[in-house]
């Protein structure tokens, strides 16, 4: 059964930085892409970032580049979101989700870990 | 940046209607569309992909059509169980972008 368990949310002043993970399992992590999506509070969803398989490619929403990294662990089953210089509009649950076979679809997803930022 | 133009935003119709959403990108994007289905405090549900492929498990009232710049998603006869924010999303490449969502509901 494919996981995905988000952690590392949280409340955090504006112009700090919080590093989100994702730990996932159930399938064969190094053979997908992993991606952040958020949701602001009463809002739809935006896609934040992505990276492939071997790490060698990330791409990222204009909102947050320059001030975001993701970056995986292949050895830990885990994919980071490191946020620096956050703003409010940030606030948002960010969910981790596994790409498909041939394209960045989500059929997986974790349950999302809520982060404000908020002074 | 492709945008993604999803209309409406919202509509009510009866159960059992045939309910139609569409999806618009501003350039040809091929057949690399997603529709997603988010119920109120729930984690969104993959529906569709490649444009017309249902997901295992979803209910065959759902269906998508389209390529190139214009896409649909159809529930053919609308349940109370279909009560949700809709979502398409672009994944041809970056940016990977999600359309504004359309909210259905009960007549």
């Known amino acids: 059964e494919v996981q995905l368990v988000e952690s590392g949310g949280g409340w955090v002043q504006p112009g700090g930085s919080l590093r989100l993970s994702c730990a996932a399992s159930?399938?064969?992590?190094?053979?997908?892409?992993m991606s952040w999506v958020r949701q602001a509070p009463g809002e739809g969803l935006e896609w934040v970032a992505v990276i492939s398989i071997r790490d060698d490619r990330t791409y990222y929403a204009d909102s947050v580049k320059g001030r975001f990294t993701i970056s995986r662990d292949n050895s830990k089953n885990t994919v980071y979101l490191q946020m620096n210089s956050l703003r409010a509009e940030d606030t948002a649950t960010y969910y981790c989700?596994?790409?498909?076979?041939?394209?960045?679809?989500?059929?997986?997803w974790g349950q999302g870990t809520l982060v404000i930022v908020s002074s | 940046d492709i945008q993604m133009t999803q209309s409406p935003s919202s509509l009510s119709a009866s159960v059992g209607d045939r309910v139609t959403i569409t999806c618009r990108a501003r350039?040809?994007?091929?057949?690399?569309l997603a529709w997603y289905q988010q119920k109120p405090g729930k984690v969104p549900k993959l529906l569709i992909y490649?444009?017309?492929t249902l997901q295992s498990g979803v209910p065959s009232r759902f269906s998508g059509s389209g390529s190139g710049t214009d896409f649909t998603l159809t529930i053919s006869s609308l349940q109370p169980e279909d009560v949700a924010t809709y979502y398409c999303q672009k994944y041809d490449d970056d940016p990977l972008t999600f359309g504004a969502g359309t909210k259905v509901e009960i007549k």
């Open positions: 159930g399938f064969i992590f190094t053979s997908y892409g």
């Open positions: 350039q040809s994007i091929n057949y690399y």
């Open positions: 989700a596994k790409g498909g076979d041939g394209g960045s679809w989500y059929k997986y």
């Open positions: 490649a444009a017309s």
